[in-house]
């Protein structure tokens, strides 16, 4: 079965994505901006946002471990999206060039249901063009659980083999293939048109 449709993780595949883009703006030191982003706005903390966590009781909880911080902690929620940098270089063009030929466009992302409308919200034009996108934190699964494909695959009308899937991290690429998705691990956007071109989706 040839794929014909192609689904899209979002950050770090679409746009940059760091914890450090919002908080170097509000800590002036280096060491202390290390040690923030490593030991307190971890990303096993965030992990809870994706899984469909209210950032009020996850913010009131690290605030409690570290009261010192608190003010920090609770820029979290409402600067998020400062902590999302710019496009990835060359893949809102195959975006583009993938719908103006027909191609169905849809996403998987694990994102919170709160910071999730306001970035998509600022960006009409791109996501637009993809006919759903599945947000881990409206449905309380996160990628790599095989359900949030599943899951994704029956609300966009698609068999596993009729579908590319990309995503930066391994471990979603792994289960996205092990249920039969074309996966593909990103690196970058030359390559996953060259990965595109192979099944005759996009030109090389």
């Known amino acids: 079965m ?9 950050g770090n595949v679409l746009f940059h994505w760091d914890p450090r883009f919002l908080y170097e703006r509000l800590i002036d030191d280096d060491r202390a901006l290390d040690a923030f982003v490593r030991d307190v706005v971890t990303h096993d903390w965030h992990f809870q946002h994706d899984a469909g966590r209210d950032f009020a009781d996850t913010s009131a909880e ?23 940098g710019g496009p990835v270089a060359g893949m809102h063009e195959i975006v583009e060039q993938l719908d103006d030929v027909g191609v169905p466009l849809f996403a998987i992302t694990n994102f919170s249901h709160e910071f ?16 759903d996108v599945v947000v881990s934190g409206e449905e309380r699964l996160v990628k790599p659980d095989p359900a949030i494909y599943r899951l994704a695959l029956a609300r966009f009308g698609l068999a596993p083999g009729e579908a590319v899937f990309v995503d930066d991290n391994p471990a979603n690429v792994d289960a996205a293939n092990a249920l039969g998705i074309h996966a593909h691990l990103f690196r970058d956007a030359p390559t996953f048109r060259a990965f595109l071109a192979e099944d005759a989706l996009i030109a090389a």
């Open 2 to 10: 040839r794929p014909h449709a192609v689904i899209f993780d979002i």
């Open 62 to 84: 690290l605030a409690a471990l570290h009261p010192e911080q608190a003010e920090l902690i609770a820029a979290w929620g409402p600067r998020f999206n400062e902590s999302i």
């Open 116 to 131: 999730w409308p306001p970035f998509r919200s600022e960006w009409p034009d791109l996501f637009d063009r993809f006919r």
